[in-house]
């Protein structure tokens, strides 16, 4: 069993930064691309950031600038710092992993339950 594990969301002012942590656990050979997405109330769920076993990223156009991705290999770790946050930043925030748990298996795509994140104005 593998889960993804968030953490690092809150309430904080315009303005303001947050950092989200997620944590792969469990029985993992390998993990490749990892990413976070976010779904506000009443929209669709999207792409904030991704990241490539490598390091190679890619953001939404609109997040660019403002939050960055990084991981840790060797702890199956992704992180998000969030920058200058807004109020339409609200959102829950979910993180995924492309994970492979064994040499036979293909990689399997991995959802954590999300962290909430609450921007006031």
């Known amino acids: 069993q593998v889960q993804l594990v968030e953490s690092g969301g809150g309430l904080v002012q315009a303005g303001g930064s947050l950092r989200l942590s997620c944590a792969a656990r469990g029985i993992i050979l390998s993990i490749n691309d990892m990413g976070w997405y976010r779904q506000a109330p009443g929209k669709q769920r999207e792409l904030v950031a991704a990241?490539?076993?490598?390091?190679?990223?890619k953001y939404a156009d609109s997040l660019k600038g403002r939050f960055t991705i990084s991981r840790d290999n060797d702890k199956n770790t992704v992180l998000l710092q969030m920058n200058s946050l807004k109020p339409e930043d609200t959102a829950v925030y979910y993180c995924?992993?492309?994970?492979?748990?064994?040499?036979?298996?293909?990689?399997?795509?991995?959802w954590g339950r999300g962290t909430q994140v609450t921007v006031s104005s």
């Open positions: 990241i490539a076993s490598g390091g190679v990223t």
């Open positions: 995924n992993a492309d994970i492979k748990r064994d040499y036979s298996g293909r990689y399997i795509t991995h």
